[in-house]
């Protein structure tokens, strides 16, 4: 079974400034993707960025950009040039690419991330 | 856009009463998820759904059954609730094998058993 581990139960950041959220994984497959998902507190869930871990390229999303190191089984999210709007839950989650998605997304316990004003 | 709608936002209940929890999807996606979100915990996925009548258990399907009779409706019960499944749940779809690998989801229900 497939376990997403993110270490930091909360992070805090000040506004305009960089952010990097971590995530570690473990699986034995080699075909799967991974997403990060963010959460504010009108509860609905929103996909950030995801990666395919047959690209080597790390994945972008204007302010938000990943640093995939699929050896160490990694999956790091950076924010830059932080807002107010981005205070929220962040997930971290990981998907088969086998099975085609029936058996949904393992997800971490998520981080809290503080803008400060 | 993909709308995935949960028919209550609060819900509070007694102690063995049946529970009843809707979601629906209107992108004729093949794939529904209902997961339980607790702080510290994250999400966990209580049951899945590849197709119409077909349920799969999840990490945690204690306590849980699901009904899946429409594509697009996926339904949560709770035989008896107890205190213990108060919680946020969430549920979500996607479409089949080949398409949009991510999840869409709803807004959430939280549920308060007293």
């Known amino acids: 079974a497939q376990t997403v581990t993110q270490s930091q139960p909360e992070m805090s950041v000040q506004e305009a400034e960089t952010v990097t959220l971590s995530c570690t994984y473990d699986?034995?497959?080699?075909?799967?993707?991974l997403f990060w998902y963010k959460q504010p507190p009108s509860r609905q869930m929103i996909l950030v960025i995801r990666q395919e871990a047959y690209k080597q390229q790390n994945a972008t999303e204007n302010r938000f950009s990943v640093n995939f190191q699929k050896a160490a089984k990694s999956f790091s999210l950076k924010i830059s040039d932080s807002q107010l709007g981005d205070a929220a839950m962040y997930f971290c989650a990981y998907r088969s690419r086998t099975g085609g998605g029936a058996d949904g997304l393992t997800f971490g316990k998520g981080t809290h991330l503080i803008i400060q004003p | 856009d993909v709308k995935v709608t949960q028919s209550s936002r609060y819900l509070v209940k007694r102690t063995g009463e049946k529970v009843f929890l809707e979601c629906v999807q209107d992108m004729d996606h093949e794939n529904m998820f209902w997961y339980r979100q607790d702080p510290g915990l994250g999400l966990r996925l209580i049951y899945f759904?590849?197709?119409?009548?077909?349920?799969e258990k999840g990490d945690i399907p204690e306590g849980y059954s699901v009904s899946r009779e429409k594509k697009e409706r996926f339904s949560l019960i709770l035989e008896s609730a107890s205190t213990n499944q108060t919680s946020m749940y969430l549920c979500?779809?996607?479409?089949?094998?080949?398409?949009?690998?991510?999840?869409?989801f709803g807004s959430g229900t939280q549920l308060s058993v007293l």
């Open positions: 759904s590849y197709d119409v009548k077909m349920k």
């Open positions: 699986t034995s497959e080699s075909d799967y993707y």
């Open positions: 979500a779809s996607s479409p089949g094998p080949g398409l949009d690998e991510k999840l869409f």
